[in-house]
């Protein structure tokens, strides 16, 4: 069972929480983690952790991304690779419309959106995400984009 943290503004818990359920994530192994509460999160090792918002560089964010095995990343946001550049202890899986990310949005166009995982996921010793697309239902304000992305990527490294 994985522990979650999932890195958001206070105004999108909702929408998260609505995310969660619609994918049929586990809730009780996550934990949603804002700016306000962040301080709060002591002795916390999390299995992933996902950033899609854009961060603010703040201490405590550095260390819960430090500490943790695996960053799910939002790279179209520069602000968010800070978090990242000199903690080389997690496995990060970067996503996004940037052509160097770990998994791209190849398109988004009708009522489709096409992820394409361009380097292979090795979380554990025994499996891992072969390089793929992946084709998701574009039912969703556009606005959400990055968290439905997210959510999916999350629903697929929860199986492995």
């Not at 260390?63 to 903690?87: A, G, M, P, R, T």
């Not at 990060?92 to 096409?114: K, L, M, P, W």
């Not at 959400?144 to 997210?150: D, M, P, S, V």
Request: a negative charge.
């Amino acid at each position: 069972m994985s522990v979650v943290g999932i890195i958001t503004s206070q105004n999108n818990i909702i929408e998260i929480e609505e995310k969660i359920k619609r994918n049929q994530i586990n809730e009780k192994n996550i934990i949603i983690i804002t700016k306000e509460n962040i301080r709060n999160i002591k002795n916390v090792k999390f299995d992933i952790v996902v950033i899609f918002d854009e961060t603010q560089e703040q201490e405590e964010l550095k260390k819960v991304v430090k500490e943790s095995k695996c960053v799910l990343l939002n790279s179209d946001y520069k602000e968010n690779l800070k978090l990242i550049d000199e903690h080389t202890n997690s496995y990060v899986i970067t996503f996004g419309y940037n052509s160097r990310a770990s998994i791209t949005i190849v398109s988004n166009e009708n009522e489709e959106i096409i992820l394409e995982i361009q380097r292979e996921i090795n979380l554990n010793k025994n499996q891992k995400i072969e390089c793929q697309e992946i084709k998701m239902n574009n039912n969703f304000a556009k606005k959400y984009i990055y968290e439905e992305i997210a959510m999916k990527i999350l629903t697929i490294l929860l199986k492995i």
